[in-house]
């Protein structure tokens, strides 16, 4: 498919999702009603819950998705490894363990910031570990190592403190918000995460040209005058900004990093940086699906975004490893 | 102009691999690298790339290589490395395109000089018939000329190419020294590492002969190619012959002394 053509597909089946989003919830709000009370504004209920319950929630699906999409697909382009997906660099579990210390230490009840503030610290801290440790190498290699102890050990401590946490309310508060979700979310959480995506966003962008390189390997590449300590400067800050804002407001959501980039590349000439706007168009479109999904079929209960992708996603992940080892990338 | 290579000390992991190493390239003409394994070939050409760290000097006309920024340096040298690497699935004209990387502004695409360079360094590497076939479906011997028409696509003053002969049946070997010859008439200088000693002799217009890091032997085929110092550098006897193409030299057997 032509990529302007792909693009505009993609761009407009999110932004059809996106209004889905917006149409969709508990109160049973007419389309009229619906897009006077977004646009008019006012105190009445309907102005109430769209702009502050769901284009919040619209947004940051947007947003989110477009951020895990374009992160999976830069990763999966530096690292040369179709298995690559944002978690794999260790900055969405330092950054759900930055939350969790938010929650445990009851930060996180004094003030609404106290728990993005804790998430964006882990990634922070994440990045300095990872380009740290993986500083003295040029290989991607030892990024990929660095980044699966840094989960690991971030996991662990996670766990640590699920198992000292004071009462199973705060267990159960902690494991709920790790399960991931864009219910309840307010304006405020957009402008806090918003920028900062955007701001990964801009360095993935930049790197477009390295990873198209990188097919040919590390070496071909940095012959063809490809900055390779600067490229994974990019690429790292890039991921830990879109992903640790996005896990700072939504929790940990899974797979669609991975998922996406595997849906759409099949649609592309496969170089690398011809990916990188389709799958975060991809990534947002299915985001904000499975976010409608989550409302439609439990709409009691309302199922979590992030177990949802994970249930589509980890079969997906198994049927890709089998096919992986075919070789057809 | 010149790309000239002075005192070259080059370690690996603190073990000295390169000792001293001097040489010159000139336009026009095409150089064989030869020496056993572990001699220090693919050490060097990675060091002239700027990628391993050296001491020394490399300079191409007046110009410290290791002072450019490195799409500079990509716009004068072009390494083709001996690992072959075909990522993604590739379509073999998008695969040779990326050699275009250092000459086109950040975001732009292609203009028409990219895509006519990129045709002649197919139909050069004789792969124009692949160019919308996957590269990475295609057989080793056709992924190296594709990958070579990739170095060849990067239109520089200096390729290094890293044993771009093996693993390719005998006429494409000399389909691709040919190529090589064409290059340097075309003005480009040409670094070329080999083990076939008989298509360094008859393609290349001077050998440089390695051994323990050092240069062992250094001048046109016909003077430094002969069974004795083919003993002492690779350790093996060998039948030397001659015919109007220039040297043949077949390996025979080992001298029993190891190189």
């Not at chain 1, 990188?276 to 409302?295: E, I, N, Q, S, Y």
């Not at chain 2, 500079?72 to 490395?81: F, K, V």
């Amino acid at each position: 498919m032509r990529p302007l053509a792909l693009n505009a597909l993609l761009g407009l089946l999110a932004l059809a999702l996106f209004l889905a989003s917006l149409a969709v919830g508990p109160a049973e709000l007419g389309p009229s009603e619906s897009v006077r009370g977004l646009l008019a504004g006012g105190s009445e209920a309907a102005a109430v819950i769209m702009r502050e319950i769901r284009l919040p929630r619209a947004i940051l699906g947007l947003a989110i998705g477009f951020t895990l999409g374009i992160s999976g697909a830069v990763l999966q382009g530096f690292l040369r490894n179709p298995l690559a997906e944002p978690g794999i660099i260790g900055v969405s579990a330092m950054a759900a363990f930055g939350a969790v210390a938010a929650f445990y230490t009851g930060l996180a009840g004094s003030t609404l910031y106290a728990l993005p503030a804790g998430a964006l610290i882990g990634a922070l801290l994440a990045v300095l570990l990872l380009l740290a440790l993986a500083a003295r190498s040029g290989s991607t290699l030892t990024l990929i190592l660095a980044g699966v102890a840094l989960s690991s050990l971030s996991g662990a401590l996670t766990s640590l403190v699920l198992n000292l946490s004071p009462n199973p309310f705060a267990s159960y508060e902690i494991i709920f918000w790790l399960l991931g979700s864009l219910k309840d979310r307010s304006i405020e959480h957009v402008w806090l995460a918003l920028p900062l995506m955007a701001g990964g966003w801009l360095l993935i962008a930049l790197s477009a040209r390295a990873i198209d390189a990188l097919s040919l390997g590390e070496e071909a590449a940095a012959s063809l005058g490809i900055h390779m300590a600067r490229t994974r400067l990019l690429i790292v800050v890039g991921v830990a900004l879109g992903v640790g804002a996005a896990t700072a407001v939504a929790g940990t959501i899974g797979f669609v990093g991975l998922v996406v980039p595997h849906l759409i590349r099949p649609l592309t000439n496969r170089l690398p940086s011809r990916l990188l706007l389709p799958a975060g168009l991809g990534g947002a479109a299915l985001l904000l699906a499975a976010d409608v999904a989550a409302r439609v079929v439990l709409p009691a209960g309302e199922l979590n975004v992030g177990v949802l992708t994970a249930l589509i996603g980890a079969p997906f992940f198994l049927w890709l490893v089998v096919r992986s080892r075919r070789e057809v990338f | 102009m010149r790309l000239d290579i002075g005192n070259l000390d080059v370690s690996l992991s603190g073990r000295p691999v390169l000792h001293g190493l001097s040489m010159a390239l000139s336009p026009g003409e095409v150089v064989g690298l030869l020496g056993p394994n572990g001699a220090g070939k693919s050490t060097l050409m990675r060091a002239i790339a700027g990628l391993v760290e050296a001491r020394g000097d490399i300079r191409f006309g007046g110009d410290d290589l290791a002072a450019l920024s490195p799409a500079a340096r990509a716009r004068i040298l072009a390494y083709l490395p001996q690992t072959r690497i075909v990522g993604w699935r590739l379509a073999v004209r998008d695969l040779v395109a990326l050699g275009r990387i250092p000459w086109r502004r950040f975001g732009a695409p292609p203009t028409a000089e990219d895509e006519a360079i990129v045709e002649r360094a197919l139909i050069l590497m004789d792969v124009a018939h692949l160019a919308e076939r996957p590269a990475s479906e295609l057989s080793g011997g056709e992924q190296a000329r594709v990958l070579a028409a990739r170095a060849v696509a990067q239109s520089t003053p200096c390729l290094i190419a890293d044993e771009p002969a093996s693993g390719l049946d005998p006429a494409h070997q000399m389909m691709m020294m040919q190529a090589l010859r064409r290059l340097a008439g075309e003005g480009r200088a040409i670094l070329v590492s080999l083990h076939d000693l008989t298509l360094a002799a008859r393609w290349c217009d001077r050998v440089v002969m390695l051994r323990d890091g050092r240069i062992a032997a250094e001048g046109r085929p016909e003077a430094v190619m002969d069974a004795a110092r083919l003993a002492e550098i690779y350790g093996v006897t060998a039948h030397v012959a001659r015919d109007e193409g220039g040297l043949i030299l077949a390996p025979t057997g080992l001298t029993g002394a190891a190189p």
